[in-house]
């Protein structure tokens, strides 16, 4: 199967991530790894030292302002969204992955070497490397936008059509024709969910991962070599390779769900999380902490999720301060 980064390398290529066959890249390599984040434990936040900045954590029981809403974790930074709308960013931050513009956004997500967060506008910044123009997304307003583990940024705009920027590796920023609710794309392949509630893949046309099953789905999230998808009973479906068990969920019901490279992560409809799949070398990663959550980012070798508390956890590689995150 494609992937197995055993090191780190200076990242001065777009080959590794985007193409999943060599080791990716990192200027923290010069730095000391931190290893395995240690696992969170159950809280609430009402006996820590920053609990006044934890939504629902304060003595009154009243929340406070600011607490974050969202996670999305890149290969080895991740970026979070406050609920006043600012974006704060942890982890390496070779070149300027970790360093979100100013202003105010309503959703983000982290893509390999670059982040994207759509503004209250409607409109899409990305910041980071730049390797096929993927930091340079496509105008226009947008209801969603989405960055990849390879040069790539799709969105979903206004009108429902499917817009992409970057590498066009496997007719990736060609999408199909037709109106979506949500796209997901990865590295050689990409994933949405029409309004109609069935899912479209398209990319590479030689593996399993473009053939999604029939029916209808809420959500879809495409991960290394195989996606997962929300169907409307809330039952999780996967498809694509399965070498490690990322293609075979629980059983259960679920709000939404997160495909990994090796492993995916799901939170169930009581606010736990549930992970399957083995991310070789850090099976930690597949390990989430207690608690209840409101929704969770599965990457390469760790993941983090959102408490219900507004504060987030992550578990797994800590190796550069990317399972760290900073108080809301």
Same mark, same amino acid.
């Given at each position: 199967?494609?992937?197995?980064?055993?090191?780190?390398?200076p990242?001065?290529?777009?080959?590794?991530?985007?193409?999943? *066959?060599?080791?990716?890249?990192?200027?923290?390599?010069?730095?000391?790894?931190?290893?395995?984040?240690?696992?969170?434990?159950?809280?609430?936040?009402?006996?820590?030292?920053? @609990?006044?900045?934890?939504?629902?954590?304060?003595?009154?029981?009243?929340?406070?302002?600011?607490?974050?809403?969202?996670?999305?974790?890149?290969?080895d930074?991740?970026?979070g969204?406050?609920?006043?709308?600012? *974006?704060?960013?942890?982890?390496?931050?070779?070149?300027?992955d970790a360093t979100?513009?100013?202003?105010?956004?309503?959703?983000?997500?982290?893509?390999?070497?670059?982040?994207?967060?759509?503004?209250?506008?409607?409109?899409?910044?990305?910041?980071?490397?730049?390797?096929?123009g993927?930091t340079?997304?496509?105008?226009?307003?947008?209801?969603? *936008?989405?960055?990849?583990?390879?040069?790539l940024?799709?969105?979903?705009?206004?009108?429902?059509?499917? @817009?992409?920027?970057?590498?066009n590796d496997?007719?990736?920023?060609?999408?199909?024709?037709?109106?979506?609710?949500?796209?997901s794309?990865?590295?050689?392949?990409?994933?949405?969910?029409?309004?109609?509630?069935?899912?479209?893949?398209?990319g590479?046309?030689?593996?399993?991962?473009?053939?999604?099953?029939?029916?209808?789905?809420?959500?879809?999230?495409?991960?290394?070599?195989?996606?997962?998808?929300?169907?409307?009973?809330?039952?999780?479906?996967?498809?694509?390779?399965n070498?490690?068990?990322?293609?075979?969920?629980?059983?259960?019901?679920?709000?939404?769900?997160?495909?990994?490279?090796?492993?995916?992560c799901?939170?169930?409809?009581?606010?736990?999380?549930?992970?399957?799949?083995?991310?070789?070398?850090?099976?930690?990663? @597949?390990?989430?902490?207690?608690?209840?959550?409101?929704?969770?980012?599965?990457?390469?070798?760790?993941?983090?999720?959102?408490?219900?508390?507004?504060?987030?956890?992550?578990?797994?590689?800590?190796?550069?301060?990317?399972?760290?995150?900073?108080?809301?």
């Amino acid at each position: 199967m494609l992937m197995k980064r055993i090191a780190r390398q200076p990242r001065t290529t777009r080959l590794g991530f985007a193409l999943l *066959v060599v080791s990716t890249t990192s200027a923290g390599c010069f730095r000391t790894p931190l290893g395995d984040a240690p696992v969170p434990a159950p809280d609430n936040g009402a006996d820590r030292s920053d @609990a006044s900045n934890l939504l629902g954590a304060v003595a009154d029981g009243e929340p406070t302002a600011v607490a974050f809403v969202s996670v999305s974790v890149g290969y080895d930074f991740a970026c979070g969204l406050r609920n006043d709308g600012t *974006v704060a960013c942890w982890g390496d931050n070779f070149n300027g992955d970790a360093t979100p513009p100013e202003g105010t956004f309503v959703s983000v997500s982290a893509g390999a070497f670059f982040a994207c967060g759509l503004r209250t506008d409607g409109t899409i910044t990305c910041w980071g490397n730049t390797f096929d123009g993927e930091t340079s997304p496509p105008a226009g307003t947008f209801e969603s *936008v989405s960055a990849s583990p390879s040069p790539l940024v799709c969105g979903v705009r206004t009108d429902g059509t499917v @817009a992409c920027s970057g590498a066009n590796d496997n007719g990736l920023t060609s999408p199909p024709a037709g109106t979506f609710a949500s796209i997901s794309p990865n590295s050689v392949f990409a994933c949405g969910v029409r309004t109609d509630g069935s899912v479209a893949c398209w990319g590479n046309p030689s593996d399993r991962e473009t053939s999604p099953p029939a029916g209808t789905f809420a959500s879809v999230s495409a991960g290394l070599a195989f996606a997962c998808g929300v169907r409307t009973d809330g039952t999780v479906s996967c498809w694509g390779f399965n070498n490690s068990g990322q293609a075979t969920p629980p059983a259960g019901t679920f709000v939404s769900v997160s495909a990994g490279d090796e492993f995916a992560c799901g939170v169930r409809t009581n606010g736990t999380i549930a992970c399957w799949g083995t991310p070789d070398p850090y099976p930690s990663a @597949a390990k989430p902490p207690a608690g209840t959550f409101s929704s969770v980012s599965a990457g390469v070798y760790y993941a983090c999720g959102v408490r219900t508390s507004g504060a987030i956890a992550c578990w797994g590689d800590n190796s550069f301060g990317q399972a760290t995150p900073p108080a809301p």
